[in-house]
């Protein structure tokens, strides 16, 4: 005997209501950690590969550092092209600047070699003030034409896009306008063509339904160009347009008329009067910055990342659940008092803890600079990604939940929850399609998990890209004023993710609880019973039942308590009646044995007096609980042994017997003696610290009995508990049973009569789904029983007539009972003992005449009572068995070789796979159709969301978030100083002295978040000598430096229209004026709406990341069916049926290959479909099928 094994058993709470329900919790997780530390590579897998994937990002990390790019100085740029050279307040001539915009333009625009002199200008409305105005610029274009108001400009432009240069719109209110002396705040709308003509890549348009970029870059953005990043407001001409507008209207004001390069003298000679300023532009400094190239990779790609790292403990959270949930284990432990609630907590507690040590194992790995000073996340704080990354693993736990819900098979739960994850990261590519996204159709993204996740490490590495990294400070900060979108909202998304999908879990197994289960009204959650449950029924209600009176109905006894009482019990699958009208009680201190034939209705009775499956109608009281309303508290003094073993493969028996007490409310020292008790009496001492997989078929059926009748179940449910037991087994069982069943109500169900016979103190027979009769054993016996039947074995010859007028001779009114093939039997009334001797003594002397092999006399069993009791059913089986064939007229079988049995063969290989097919067709459907959804997916957003009209935008601080503008005072010889100082002060903004360059270095250097993000115009004021020839010109003029910060779009234009306004303010000695220009861009052309829809943008990095999880997932297809026949031995014995190996692998990969065959091109098709740029040539679609060759190799 095999020494007693210590066994470490979870610790133990005070009793009481909250001590039973820790220690529940408790206990459940103690079997969760024993099973699982009992598969140590599936342990190491759910920990380490997290850890391989942070170990490639490590890789990375120390092949790629960070570029240092060294500190940016700008040159000043002025607003004029050559192709206006005679305007002196734009530029002096003698400094011209070198960039031309309306030259670039005309050569880059494609197709269109209109020169400028040959372009329009249109404007609206049509007034001779505002004509005046416009004038200035016919020395530079072909034709200035005036509209009627806003709408036929846009139509004009519509109309003549190609030789339109822009559109002018003024304010409608100035169409009756007379003096534009009135006008104080002047008020222009500048519109280009909504396409640039100079476009950047991906940046085609002007961006206006913005003011930042969607995210934050390192550096200054665009850090080469000295006028501008995109959209460029120089190289496009737009600052020359406001440049010259404004200028042209302070002109018309003071009366001077440009109608031609001939009044440029009226020109000068006001600018000499009025000191007007050389404007130059200029961008802010910036000290050195590190550019992060694998920042800037990982943001967009780390959810792919993460998704492969928690893909296998997503799916073996769904495994290991469902396997629980398949093999009923999950629901013979909410029969055995398992509160649901209980149940997916200790699975929350266990995964939660696996990912959490995978989660700070990633953050050393990524957190620590291992190489270099630089780590994957150098800046950020551990603890905001810590908790990050807590509340990303708590929602893949709860969404792995929903398919443990939805499923009853594991291999199609993981399947499916495979598929699902991968495809929730979907709503983020498709937002990376997207040119805008607004922040609520982010959160809506958010809904899916790894969309959530993906945007949350856009805005981290976006953190860290800027060297700030994440921090408690900035976690609801937005990274861009236009987004919104911040840390702590994705954060707050995945706690409500974890809450809704764990909802949603319970909702569909409360709802939709599948094969085992009572499912609730869909709306169960607003009732009140559901709440506050329902009143047992008391006595009163027992008595009022009705009792059963029938002549095969033994009478009631009086003096004893009902256990279980079933009064009118029906069960339908389809239209097939498994239990019709089932009444009966079953009484304490009893055994309760059901009989009945294979299909009588016995175990689905069992299944509904226990809540796996739900009562079509009629209802059951046990312990006074109505197993309609209220299961839960019928289920707490319930024990049960299923027809098959419902076992934990990986604990031991004496484990088993502790679980299984604790769980019923015994405390762990009465567990521990139940332990002892039950290995005793049922005789496995031996097998005490074996597994439960390691035990024979006979022990597994005894460490069933033991679970059912251990923690002092009241109510006990036996399925043919003694299947598979030896005789001594069963003997050894029965003794059990009949001293156990003191205290307790137990059911039985057998196909061993003797078993009955011993056990029951109340016998029911089944037949059909109805109750046939019901008593003890002598009463059934003398119900349906006759005395004596004498059985006679019939020989070659034998003579039933002759045989029955012989024993008539006896017994005058003895009939035949039965006769078949074999045997005649007779029924022989107990009064006519005397007469027994002689009829046997002269049936044995004529034996061989009558052609009687050879004969007996017995009395009545309960086998006959059970034959008699379902003589219909058992007619109808003998009517069967009775079939006599002789040998000859079977079909003598052929055997076959050589070729033709090969053939054979792989037909059936065939064949199997077909219906295989056949009978999983959702999960083929899903095999075939996931990588072409996946090209849907992908390349479908950008057909569907179409482009939109841009809005117009202001180009004021007021879009900005507290902006600081910066001033710096030189040589200011015309007081715009103190004007530009003021404007910003009456626009309520502020405004600061300083040294705009030194500041500049030293605020990027120090706080370049800061700079971004309010640092967005500034000015310095001084004086240059100029000298211009042409009108003998000679002196020291003012010169206004106008800076502006280029990571908003629209700084530049913003900057300039301040300056202008400061001017403005100053030449008119006016405290209240302003200038105000918007820009709003004409609507997008026909050509541009057919272009976004036809063409699209590349999808090649997305396509080439996604659809390589998809064939991943194909891949997992294959494997599934070949590791399910090898589980169920289906392919060995294939092999000892005579399959060659060599035809069962070549038929496996051929069908499999036809499949995958498919696959591709039903991928190539739904890419060809689409005419993306490089899947659409034939070259293109051979480099695929030159990938598709490699992974089928």
Same mark, same amino acid.
């Given at each position: 005997?095999? *020494? ?16 039973? #329900? ?78 031309? @915009? ?58 003549? $896009? ?148 928690? &893909? ?9 659940? #469902? ?70 693993? $708590? ?15 594991? /291999?199609?739960?993981?399947? %499916? ?52 990294? %994440? ?51 869909? /709306? ?173 078929? !006979? ?48 059911? =039985? ?84 003992? /005397? ?69 054979? *063969? ?11 097919? *056949? ?163 004409? @609507? ?7 272009? *976004? ?28 069916? &070949? ?34 065959? %498919?696959?591709?091109?039903?991928? =190539?098709?739904? &890419? ?5 740029? !490089? ?19």
């Amino acid at each position: 005997m095999s *020494q007693k094994k210590r066994i470490k058993y979870p610790a133990s709470h005070d009793e009481g209501a909250m001590g039973d #329900t820790a220690n529940k919790l408790l206990l459940l997780n103690w079997k969760n950690w024993t099973l699982q530390a009992r598969k140590p590579f599936q342990t190491t897998l759910d920990i380490l590969l997290p850890v391989l994937i942070s170990l490639l990002l490590l890789y990375l990390r120390s092949q790629v550092d960070p570029e240092l790019h060294s500190t940016q100085y700008y040159e000043p740029f002025c607003t004029a092209p050559m192709s206006i050279p005679d305007l002196p307040f734009l530029c002096p001539p003698n400094n011209q600047s070198l960039h031309d @915009p309306l030259s670039m333009i005309l050569s880059l625009t494609g197709g269109n070699s209109t020169p400028i002199s040959q372009m329009s200008l249109i404007y609206s409305p049509d007034n001779q003030e505002i004509a005046k105005v416009m004038n200035v610029f016919k020395i530079a274009f072909h034709d200035v034409r005036a509209e009627k108001n806003a709408n036929d400009l846009t139509t004009a432009f519509k109309m003549n $896009s190609k030789t339109t240069f822009a559109g002018i719109q003024f304010d409608d209110t100035y169409s009756n306008i007379t003096d534009l002396k009135k006008i104080k705040n002047f008020k222009v709308t500048i519109r280009f063509p909504g396409e640039l003509r100079i476009p950047n890549g991906r940046d085609s348009d002007w961006q206006t339904e913005f003011v930042y970029p969607p995210l934050q870059e390192p550096g200054p953005r665009y850090s080469n160009s000295s006028t501008g990043a995109f959209p460029s407001y120089h190289n496009e001409g737009f600052l020359l347009l406001q440049h010259v507008l404004a200028v042209s209207f302070m002109l018309s004001q003071d009366g001077v008329v440009i109608n031609g390069k001939n009044d440029i003298a009226n020109v000068v000679e006001w600018i000499m009067k009025t000191r007007f300023p050389l404007i130059y532009m200029q961008r802010f400094p910036h000290y050195e910055w590190y550019k992060d190239l694998l920042m800037e990779v990982l943001k967009l790609v780390m959810g792919v990342f993460m998704i492969l790292s928690f &893909l296998y403990p997503c799916i073996n959270t769904v495994r290991m659940i #469902t396997i629980e949930k398949e093999k009923q284990l999950k629901e013979s432990m909410k029969i055995m008092g398992l509160s649901n609630w209980l149940h997916w907590t200790s699975w929350f507690i266990k995964y939660f803890i696996y990912m959490f040590i995978a989660v700070c194992l990633m953050l050393i790995i990524l957190k620590i600079p291992w190489f270099s000073k630089y780590s994957v996340f150098t800046y950020s704080d551990p603890s905001v990604l810590l908790l990050f990354l807590i509340f990303y693993t $708590s929602s893949t736990i709860t969404f792995s939940f929903i398919f443990c819900t939805i499923f009853s098979k594991a /291999n199609r739960a993981t399947m %499916v929850a495979g598929v699902v994850w991968t495809l929730t990261i979907i709503p983020y590519a498709i937002y990376l399609q997207m040119d805008s996204t607004s922040l609520v159709t982010k959160l809506l993204m958010s809904f899916c998990s790894n969309s959530a996740m993906s945007f949350a490490f856009e805005i981290i590495f976006t953190y860290e890209g800027i060297g700030e990294g %994440v921090q408690w400070s900035n976690m609801f900060q937005p990274m861009s004023l236009d987004d919104g979108n911040r840390l702590g909202l994705m954060i707050m998304m995945l706690m409500l993710d974890t809450v809704i999908y764990l909802l949603v879990a319970l909702y569909i197994e409360a709802v939709f609880p599948g094969e085992y289960g009572v499912p609730l009204p869909w /709306n169960f959650p607003f009732t009140m019973s559901y709440w506050r449950g329902n009143p047992s029924i008391g006595a009163d209600l027992r008595d009022s039942l009705l009792s059963i009176d029938n002549e095969f109905f033994e009478k009631e006894p009086k003096d004893l308590v009902a256990g279980v009482q079933i009064r009118n019990l029906r069960k339908v699958f389809g239209t097939k009646a498994a239990v019709e009208n089932l009444s009966m009680n079953m009484y304490e201190n009893q055994i309760t044995v059901l009989l009945g034939h294979n299909g009588a209705g016995k175990t689905t009775t069992l299944s509904m007096l226990t809540g796996m499956i739900t009562a079509t109608r009629g209802t059951a009281i046990i312990n006074g609980h109505d197993i309609r309303r209220d299961m839960n508290s019928v289920r707490k003094s319930m024990g049960i042994c299923p027809q098959h073993d419902v076992i934990f493969e990986d604990l031991t028996v004496a484990e088993h017997l502790y679980f299984y007490s604790r769980l019923k409310g015994l405390s762990k020292k009465k567990a521990v003696e139940e332990i002892e008790t039950y290995i005793e009496l049922m005789e496995l001492t031996d097998k005490r610290n074996a597994k439960a997989s390691t035990l024979s078929g !006979g022990m597994k059926r005894k460490l069933s009995v033991c679970v059912a009748l251990c923690g002092n179940s009241k109510v006990v449910m036996l399925d043919e508990p003694t299947s598979g037991m030896d005789p001594s087994a069963r003997r050894a069982l029965w003794d059990l049973l009949l001293k156990q069943k003191k205290g307790r109500t137990i059911l =039985l169900t057998t196909h061993f009569m003797d078993e009955a016979d011993v056990l029951g103190d109340r016998i029911a027979i089944m037949a059909e789904g109805e109750l046939k009769c019901c008593g003890s054993s002598f009463f059934l016996k003398k119900k349906y029983g006759a005395g004596y039947i004498m059985t006679i074995a019939k020989g070659p010859n034998c003579d039933e007539g002759k045989i029955t007028t012989l024993l008539k001779t006896f017994i005058r009114e003895l009939e035949i009972n039965t006769n078949t093939d074999s045997e005649l039997t007779y029924l022989l009334p107990e009064n006519r003992v /005397n007469v027994f001797e002689a009829m046997l003594t002269q049936l044995e002397g004529e034996s061989s005449n009558l052609g009687v092999q050879s004969y007996g006399i017995s009395l009545t069993t309960l086998e006959d009572v059970f034959m008699k009791v379902g003589a219909d059913h058992t007619q109808e089986l003998n009517n069967h068995q009775d079939l006599s064939l002789e040998d000859d007229s079977l079909p003598k079988p052929i055997y076959t070789s050589g070729i033709r049995l090969i053939k054979n *063969q792989c037909s059936a290989m065939f064949l199997k796979k077909y219906k295989a097919i *056949q009978r999983s067709w959702m999960l083929w459907i899903i095999h075939l159709c996931l990588p072409p959804l996946f090209v849907i997916l992908i390349m479908a957003p950008s057909r569907i969301i179409g482009i939109n009209d841009l809005p117009a935008m202001p180009l004021t601080l007021d879009k900005y978030h507290d902006p600081v503008t910066l001033v710096e005072s030189g040589d200011d010889l015309g007081g715009y100083y103190d004007s530009f100082k003021k404007l910003i002060q009456w626009k309520n903004h502020n405004v600061t002295d300083g040294a705009i360059i030194s500041d500049m270095i030293r605020l990027t250097r120090d706080t370049p978040n800061l700079v971004y993000k309010h640092y967005i115009v500034g000015a310095s004021f001084n004086s240059n000598v100029i000298q211009v020839p042409k009108y003998n010109v000679i002196m020291k003029w003012p010169t206004i430096n106008v800076w502006f910060n280029n990571d908003p779009y629209h700084s530049p234009a913003t900057a300039l229209s301040l300056a202008l306004s400061a001017v403005f303010r100053k030449i008119k000695s006016c405290s209240d004026c302003d200038i105000q220009f918007t820009n709003d861009p004409f @609507p997008f052309s026909d050509e541009t709406q057919v272009n *976004q829809i036809v063409k699209g943008e590349s999808r090649g990095q997305q396509l080439a990341v996604y659809l390589t999880c998809a064939f991943a997932f194909t891949s997992c297809f294959y494997t599934m069916f &070949l590791i399910k026949e090898n589980t169920c031995k289906s392919r060995h014995l294939q092999f000892v049926a005579g399959v060659k190996i060599y035809v069962f692998w070549i038929m496996n990969f051929l069908c499999d290959f036809a499949t995958y065959l %498919v696959i591709c091109l039903l991928t =190539l098709i739904t &890419l060809v479909s689409f005419q993306e740029d !490089g899947y659409k040539t034939v070259e293109d679609l051979s480099t695929y099928t030159d990938i598709v060759d490699d992974r089928i190799c």
